[in-house]
């Protein structure tokens, strides 16, 4: 039989977000044409795909096994059209991890390669990152990878690029903001605010979990001038951020004063480890990735992107892993 792309398309969205106005709000179309496209399918093959209760959707045991197949397959429809239509389609790239400027590295990195063009696309976070690449619709990933729950980044390929120091952004209010330099163990006493609810940042909590950090607070991410401005106004709380991150202009407080700090951190140093993610399995990949890689190989040569010193620095267990590979 011949398999309507769109139906099977219609599917997959479904079964992926497990919510019919969700999946057709993704595909552009009303959830009507979805409920419809999904029916014909299932007419189709003979067997549903998808059980559709007051409770929500759930996949059937015959959607559980087609979906897999399902995803290969507009990967490789898609990649037909591309072979045709867009020879030379810039290579995607999906950007995660916002509030620490990962667009920075990527310029750097990819800047002044001849015919390396690159379309950057904001991510979500690493889970929507990696299941983007899984299907196909983006070429590679570049932000901070930790490992996912259930096995949802198998499949991934990844490579450190680069290891960033982290400083301590601190209300000039703080106790501690007076001086130059702080060690992770100053920090023991004070109240960690991460910029999204607590669980959903990684290394901040390897951060504080390593460093017998127990205050920990979250906060809604509403951008990165949002949160420094949380952080500036409460003298309890500190963070961590890239050193090289640039601060958004805040209005002055009393006196003039910009209000926040940002305090290097020694003994140790902790260090923010950027990664490029990319489908290892890809019988097809985009034919830049090579370039990709091979440009931020080149900026970490350059710019000593990768150093590290286990006597001076410390990396989360999962980062010093990926630099030994």
Not at 300 to 312: F, I, K, N, Q, V
Request: overall charge neutral.
């Amino acid at each position: 039989m011949d398999l309507d792309l769109a139906q099977v398309r219609a599917f997959t969205a479904a079964a992926e977000e497990l919510h019919f106005g969700r999946a057709a709000a993704r595909l552009a179309i009303s959830q009507q044409a979805l409920s419809k496209r999904v029916a014909r399918l299932e007419a189709a093959l003979g067997a549903r795909l998808l059980d559709r209760d007051a409770h929500g959707v759930g996949l059937t045991p015959a959607g559980r096994r087609f979906l897999e197949p399902a995803r290969r397959l507009l990967v490789h429809g898609d990649r037909a059209v591309a072979a045709v239509a867009c020879p030379r389609r810039p290579l995607r790239i999906d950007v995660w991890g916002h509030l620490y400027a990962p667009m920075r590295t990527v310029a750097r990195a990819v800047e002044g390669v001849p015919g390396l063009e690159v379309e950057p696309v904001p991510g979500r976070d690493l889970p929507s990152v990696a299941a983007a690449v899984l299907r196909g619709e983006s070429d590679a990933g570049f932000g901070r990878v930790h490992p996912l729950p259930d096995g949802r980044d198998a499949g991934l390929a990844h490579r450190l690029v680069r290891l960033e120091p982290v400083d301590a952004l601190l209300s000039t209010d703080h106790p501690l903001a007076g001086r130059d330099v702080l060690r992770p163990a100053d920090l023991r006493d004070g109240v960690l605010r991460y910029p999204a609810a607590v669980g959903r940042l990684d290394f901040l909590t390897r951060f504080a979990d390593r460093f017998g950090v127990e205050g920990r607070t979250g906060s809604t991410n509403l951008g990165l001038e949002h949160f420094v401005e949380r952080v500036r106004a409460d003298p309890t709380c500190f963070s961590l951020l890239p050193a090289d991150c640039p601060l958004p202009d805040l209005p002055a407080v009393g006196g003039g004063r910009p209000g926040v700090r940002a305090v290097p951190l020694v003994d140790p140093t902790p260090l923010y480890a950027w990664s490029l993610v990319w489908r290892e399995d890809d019988a097809q990949p985009h034919p830049r990735l090579e370039a990709l890689l091979g440009a931020f190989g080149e900026e970490a040569r350059r710019s000593r992107w990768l150093e590290y010193d286990p006597a001076r620095d410390w990396l989360p267990g999962p980062d010093e892993d990926a630099l030994g590979r």
